[in-house]
């Protein structure tokens, strides 16, 4: 069974940063494209910042120039770096990763963290 588990949400100010970060775990025999999306409350999931497996990345344009995207592969983790936050980020984030695990090809979700601007 392959996971994703995020870490790193929490309380910030407007202006400060933070880096979640998310690990994939389980039989996995590699990870193409890897992404980070974003929920707020009544809103949709929306996609935030994508990572490909040889590091082209794709911002939402609302986080173009303050959050940054990156992944470790030996590791199986990617990270988000968060910053000039605003309260308009406030969502809970997701992991996202499309992962070739023993049954074949899968997409991947996190749990969920929850990121929270305050002004």
């Known amino acids: 069974q392959v996971q994703l588990v995020e870490s790193g949400g929490g309380l910030v100010q407007a202006g400060g940063s933070l880096r979640l970060s998310c690990a994939a775990s389980?039989?996995?025999?590699?990870?193409?494209?890897m992404g980070w999306y974003r929920q707020a409350p009544g809103k949709q999931r929306e996609l935030v910042a994508a990572i490909t497996s040889g590091s082209s990345t794709n911002y939402a344009d609302s986080v173009k120039g303050r959050f940054a995207i990156s992944r470790d592969n030996a590791k199986n983790m990617v990270y988000l770096q968060m910053n000039s936050l605003k309260p308009e980020d406030t969502a809970v984030y997701y992991c996202n990763a499309r992962v070739v695990a023993v049954i074949g090809g899968l997409e991947v979700w996190g749990q969920g963290t929850l990121v929270t601007v305050s002004s």
């Open positions: 389980g039989i996995i025999f590699g990870i193409n494209d």
